[in-house]
């Protein structure tokens, strides 16, 4: 029986939501995802020592996860979560109906009783301009309810099973206090808190391989050059003349550099924004060190022509004087 080598790689990415002005962020997706997937993943990894991956984790996220446990920034969504719920203005009380409910619901509110009640208190489906009249079939304590829900709602099944008070609150159900939802708070910037020296962990005992994207996830190939674009695509209206391979260069050695002083490790691989790549791009990667990045069978195929589907992997030569070394570009 053949043995068949099967490498997983799994893409951590969100984009940079911090206003540079306000040290806001419009939405919660950092610290919601943190505290859900991204944790899960790392905990389930950390219980199965034999089990390896390739983890990406891209800068931006990475800047994000720092900011957001530092205390540095803080989301919308979490500004509207701290307000103690007898004083939120008609406004903010609109927005959480909006926005409190944004999870799987088959998944994440349907199974629990309190949180599903809420949602057809509200209704499915809503309007513009539906939430600030709606807000009158709402009590203070609905909305302390809604306010808890929707952070409790979005931890991980690992979180959970390490966080006795998580479990005791999912077991309550209703009539929360504030100071349960400032627990529910205070437990999401732990589990955040944790999340980058467990991936750390993971990579020093060599289970899994860290690699990085470019820092501020632009498309590369439209960097280097717009005129690309319209090699697999000749009808793109893209504009003409910009060309700033310096840039490109510029992101990879910044994602490179910050990802080395969060992990200690240089990247060896890099998972090029949306697997964006052209053959400009590879004397770039191995000038600066990387020895593979990971793209799609679709764009690969649009972007190398001597392109071979029945290949495992594509092995492009450094160009010039550059001489033997070899980037693997890796298809899905």
Not at 33 to 52: C, N, R
Not at 106 to 128: A, C, F, K, N
Not at 136 to 160: C, E, I, K, P, Y
Request: net charge neutral; charged share 20%.
């Amino acid at each position: 029986m053949k043995t068949v080598a099967v490498a997983f790689l799994w893409h951590l990415h969100q984009p940079y939501y911090t206003d540079p002005l306000t040290r806001t962020a419009p939405f919660p997706w950092v610290r919601l995802h943190a505290t859900k997937g991204y944790f899960d993943m790392a905990v389930l990894l950390e219980e199965h020592p034999e089990m390896h991956a390739a983890v990406n984790i891209t800068p931006s996220l990475l800047l994000q996860l720092q900011e957001q446990e530092r205390g540095d920034v803080r989301d919308v969504f979490w500004s509207h979560a701290v307000c103690p719920a007898a004083d939120l203005s008609a406004d903010q009380r609109a927005f959480i109906l909006r926005h409190f409910f944004a999870a799987n619901w088959d998944t994440m509110v349907r199974p629990h009783e309190r949180y599903y009640s809420l949602l057809i208190q509200r209704g499915r489906q809503i309007q513009d301009g539906d939430a600030e009249r709606l807000t009158a079939r709402f009590s203070a304590q609905d909305f302390l309810d809604l306010q808890v829900w929707h952070n409790l709602a979005w931890f991980g099944h690992r979180a959970v099973a390490r966080y006795p008070a998580l479990r005791q609150l999912i077991s309550k159900g209703r009539q929360f206090t504030e100071d349960e939802k400032h627990e529910v708070l205070a437990l999401q910037h732990e589990v955040l808190g944790q999340l980058v020296p467990l991936f750390k962990r993971l990579a020093n005992r060599g289970q899994i391989e860290l690699s990085t994207t470019p820092f501020f996830h632009p498309i590369l190939p439209l960097l280097i050059n717009t005129d690309f674009a319209r090699r697999s695509r000749p009808e793109s209206p893209v504009p003409s003349g910009f060309v700033h391979p310096e840039d490109a260069r510029m992101q990879l050695r910044m994602a490179i550099e910050f990802h080395t002083s969060v992990f200690g490790q240089r990247p060896v691989g890099v998972w090029p924004s949306e697997g964006a790549v052209c053959p400009e791009l590879v004397p770039m990667l191995a000038e600066l060190g990387i020895r593979w990045a990971a793209t799609d069978e679709g764009i690969l195929a649009a972007s190398v022509k001597e392109w071979n589907r029945t290949r495992s992997r594509v092995p492009l030569p450094r160009s010039g004087a550059l001489g033997r070394h070899r980037i693997y570009l890796c298809p899905e």
